[in-house]
């Protein structure tokens, strides 16, 4: 895993993690940059992989972030959704600001990515036509009840 700080000029503090949630992720060098700052913005978009290693670290890591800090998590990949809505304890003191939906070409078996703000989404879906190279209608590819379950567990908390 490898953590470095956007130069963002105003607003919050960007930090990306980058690579593999492993049991070789160093949270401590997490922790400290994101430490002594009211807000910060972790963009997870150049996560590869993770790991059950990964899980329990960053269940700890979440889980540890002092209540007066806001943490929002933007670009989280598909498979990081997926443990989000899978594990309740995933998020702790995150939040998720921004996250990838994946969808499906029937007409070409082609599979894409796009991103949405968690805000504006809520099941059932109500999306614009997402549109495959091929130009057919693409179909969301997950169940949405289920990819989106932090969807509710997050208003609850707000
Ligand atoms: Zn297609």
Same mark, same amino acid.
């Given at each position: 895993?490898?953590?470095? +700080?956007?130069?963002? #000029?105003?607003?919050?503090? &960007? =930090?990306?993690?980058? /690579? *593999? !949630?492993?049991?070789?992720? @160093?949270?401590?060098?997490? +922790?400290?940059?994101? #430490?002594?700052?009211?807000? &910060? =913005?972790?963009?997870? /978009? *150049? !996560?590869?992989?993770?790991? @059950? ?19 929002? !998590? ?24 921004? !996250? ?59």
């Amino acid at each position: 895993m490898r953590v470095f +700080r956007g130069d963002a #000029a105003e607003g919050p503090k &960007v =930090v990306y993690i980058a /690579g *593999n !949630l492993d049991e070789k992720a @160093s949270f401590a060098q997490l +922790r400290s940059e994101i #430490a002594g700052d009211a807000e &910060v =913005v972790l963009d997870l /978009g *150049n !996560l590869e992989r993770m790991n @059950s290693a990964g899980v329990r670290n960053w269940i700890s890591f979440a889980r540890d972030i002092p209540n007066d800090m806001r943490v929002v !998590l933007v670009r989280c990949p598909v498979f990081f959704v997926r443990q989000i809505s899978m594990v309740s304890r995933f998020l702790g003191g995150t939040e998720v600001g921004s !996250l990838y939906l994946p969808f499906y070409c029937e007409a070409c078996d082609d599979t894409d990515e796009a991103l949405y703000d968690a805000a504006g989404l809520s099941v059932p879906l109500d999306l614009r036509e997402v549109t495959c190279a091929c130009g057919e209608p693409m179909a969301f590819d997950e169940i949405e009840e289920n990819y989106l379950r932090f969807l509710k567990r997050q208003s609850a908390s707000e």
